[in-house]
């Protein structure tokens, strides 16, 4: 399994971007697809996640109501459109898929991206 993520970059406070993670390897019936990100001092923190199959979604709270979680199955590809953007969302996103028990864990996930850079200045 191989899973790309792209999109991150220097943003202002308020504004918008879409990350993506195209995946590859497998088919992921009955997975989860995640974003989890880390900043510099701090722990991975689950973000988001999305059900392959139905597009069930989850969402931490500190982001919910300003993230959105999609996939496009075709493309194989998952996004998390992040709009109103703070100062402390600035970290190192990564996606992941796994068929974890407990959705906000990260031990439940078996896969990884790279993860890409996000920065938001005041």
């Known amino acids: 399994v191989q899973l790309q993520a792209s999109g991150g970059g220097l943003v202002q406070a308020g504004d918008s971007l879409r990350l993506s993670c195209a995946a590859s390897g497998r088919t992921f019936t009955n997975y989860k697809m995640a974003w989890f990100r880390q900043s510099p001092g701090k722990e991975r923190e689950f973000v988001g996640a999305?059900?392959?199959?139905?597009?069930?979604?989850y969402y931490a709270d500190s982001v919910k109501g300003r993230f959105t979680i999609s996939r496009h199955k075709p493309e194989n590809t998952v996004y998390l459109q992040m709009n109103s953007l703070k100062p402390e969302d600035t970290a190192i996103y990564y996606c992941?898929?796994?068929?974890?028990?407990?959705?906000?864990?990260?031990?439940?996930?078996?896969?990884w991206g790279q993860g890409t850079q996000v920065t938001v200045s005041s």
């Open positions: 992941a898929a796994g068929v974890p028990v407990v959705t906000t864990a990260i031990g439940g996930y078996g896969h």
């Open positions: 999305i059900t392959w199959n139905l597009g069930t979604t």
